[in-house]
């Protein structure tokens, strides 16, 4: 029945198999809209489905940590974490995992306005597969991780994206899973949080937990990573050190995680919008 | 799952200031209004069974439930978009939840038959466990239906719309707000690949017994209901990888 099928005899933590994947160029859904209609009518824009991975194969061992780029600036990394932890299945090929993924993508759209910032930790624990008992046990962490205080039992609404950030992140560490398949920086927050956000991940490094990083974030890569794949045109055209993988693609900036960030504010935003239509007929 | 459950009828009725009374007042209306019309406007013709008035709500609730919970199932996949790419549980869940929601809907919504019951002073017989039948039946047929509906809908969004139709049309082809056995002899086995059909009449025998069709007829309509099951469970497997792109 459950979506993500683990293989605990496989002794690779995540393995791509020759794994083909295609994606419609504009989601369906975002297509509603007059101007975008007018568009696909003038045929400016299809929804012809572009090729985004074109025979990867590459396996993790556990412990790993690879840093996955992309030459492209507008790659296709999230599709390679959505494919890792199941949430998103190959056209063709195969991919194998022995543990649980857990996927940090979306941070602050994971939030819902409306419930309480509690609600939230417990559906979005709920979604990532922990049970209701494990995360009030471990709510006491999350509350203490994220710096939350008396905001725990106040409306999400109130929230800063932030601040949203940093709940899923908490939340998602809070799953205890032994490989996590994050997207754009692997720390969120502020200078402060950052340090509590690095202690966190580097002792898991050190306890063996396997990490798939994706994006263009050269400084967290260069420190933290064992190894990168870099991907172009969806093919993997190396895959080596963190090192090897930056002089290849060229040292990229900070840039991208800014951008990273106003994507998810607009999220926050289009979260209200989107809920709302989910109403009493 | 229920939890999940519990923060979708909350965060639905909360706003609302009679909050969970919606889930009574929404069909009460509908039925006062049908038996207004049918019973007093254009009275004298006999629709079905009597009195009229609970002959008419023991089939809207159902229909209600139905036909919310098919319109809404349009929306499960979209509506819940934003949190597929990370959910490890299986997809399907977030049209289960759906249809849970509705579910509890209904269930809120029962008492309106005990209230019918009483104003009528007309109380079933042993047949109610038919009643227990039909809830179980519908249940099944929703569950594929509604992954019938939202994966279709969450592929082609034009779909949402002729789902809607296609309920305003199921309510006057279903046996709503008439008896089945009104239906001439000619047409009934045609109205009985309806798989509505034959779950409202089941939860009308309770109180009248006669409403019973022929085996045939039951067997005609749950087959019917067995295919859109089977038709749901398939279509979502040939489509979730999809699904899951759009997502």
């Known amino acids: 029945m459950a979506r993500v099928h683990i293989d605990p005899d496989l002794p690779a933590a995540v393995e791509f198999d020759d794994v083909f994947l295609t994606m419609p160029r504009t989601k369906r859904r975002k297509g509603g809209g007059r101007s975008a209609r007018l568009k696909r009518f003038a045929q400016e824009t299809s929804r012809v489905s572009e090729p985004v991975l074109e025979g990867v194969s590459f396996t993790v061992a556990p412990g790993d940590r690879v840093a996955v780029i992309d030459r492209a600036k507008r790659g296709h990394t999230a599709e390679i974490l959505r494919l890792a932890a199941g949430t998103l299945i190959p056209d063709h090929g195969h991919v194998r995992r022995s543990t649980e993924v857990i996927p940090i993508l979306r941070r602050a759209g994971l939030i819902n306005a409306k419930l309480t910032v509690r609600q939230n930790i417990f559906v979005i624990g709920i979604l990532l597969g922990m049970s209701p008992d494990q995360i009030t046990e471990r709510m006491d962490w999350i509350t203490s991780t994220a710096g939350l205080g008396k905001a725990i039992d106040s409306y999400a609404r109130a929230c800063p994206p932030e601040l949203r950030r940093r709940i899923v992140w ?32 580097e002792g898991l490094a050190a306890d063996g937990v396997t990490f798939l990083v994706a994006g263009q974030n050269a400084p967290v890569m260069e420190r933290f990573c064992t190894r990168a794949v870099v991907l172009d045109q969806g093919r993997i055209v190396l895959d080596g050190t963190v090192a090897e993988a930056l002089d290849l693609v060229g040292r990229s900036t ?5 951008e990273e960030q106003v994507e998810e504010d607009v999220d926050v935003l289009d979260n209200r919008a989107e809920r709302d239509d989910f109403r009493a007929d | 799952m229920f939890l999940l459950v519990r923060r979708d009828l909350s965060q639905k009725y909360r706003k609302l200031k009679l909050g969970y009374l919606w889930a009574i007042l929404e069909p009460l209306g509908m039925s006062v209004t ?26 809207i609730l159902p229909w209600w439930w139905f036909t919310s919970g098919i ?14 790419p990370v959910s490890v549980l299986p997809t399907q869940f977030s049209v289960v939840r759906v249809l849970i929601t509705r579910t509890f809907d209904f269930l809120f919504s029962l008492p309106l038959i005990l209230f019918a019951m009483l104003i009528t002073w007309t109380f079933p017989g042993i047949q109610i466990g038919y009643f227990f039948l039909a809830f179980v039946i519908q249940l099944v047929l929703m569950y594929g239906l509604s992954l019938l509906v939202a994966s279709i809908s969450a592929l082609v969004p034009d779909f949402a719309r002729i789902v809607r139709i296609i309920l305003r049309a199921a309510f006057y082809l279903s046996p709503v707000l008439y008896s089945l056995a009104l239906v001439p002899e000619g047409a009934r086995s045609a109205a009985a690949l309806n798989p509505l059909a034959g779950i ?3 939860y009308r025998v309770g109180w009248w017994p006669d409403e019973h069709v022929p085996m045939f007829g039951y067997v005609l309509s749950f087959g019917v209901s067995f295919f859109f099951v089977l038709a749901g469970i398939i279509t979502f497997r040939r489509l979730e990888h999809r699904i899951l792109k759009e997502a």
């Not at chain 2, 629709?47 to 002959?55: A, D, H, N, S």
């Open chain 2, 34 to 59: 049908m038996w207004f019309v049918f019973e007093i406007l254009l009275g004298g013709r006999k629709m079905g069974g009597q009195p009229y008035y609970l002959f008419l709500t023991v089939a």
């Open chain 1, 254 to 258: 900070l840039v991208e995680e800014t």
């Open chain 1, 170 to 201: 908490t939340v998602s560490m809070a799953t205890q899973a032994r490989v996590f398949a994050t997207q754009g920086s692997l720390i969120v927050g502020d200078e402060q949080y950052r340090e509590v956000g690095w202690a966190h991940v």
């Open chain 2, 200 to 202: 409202l009449t089941l």
């Open chain 2, 71 to 84: 319109s809404s199932s349009t929306r499960a996949f979209v509506g819940f978009s934003r949190t597929l």
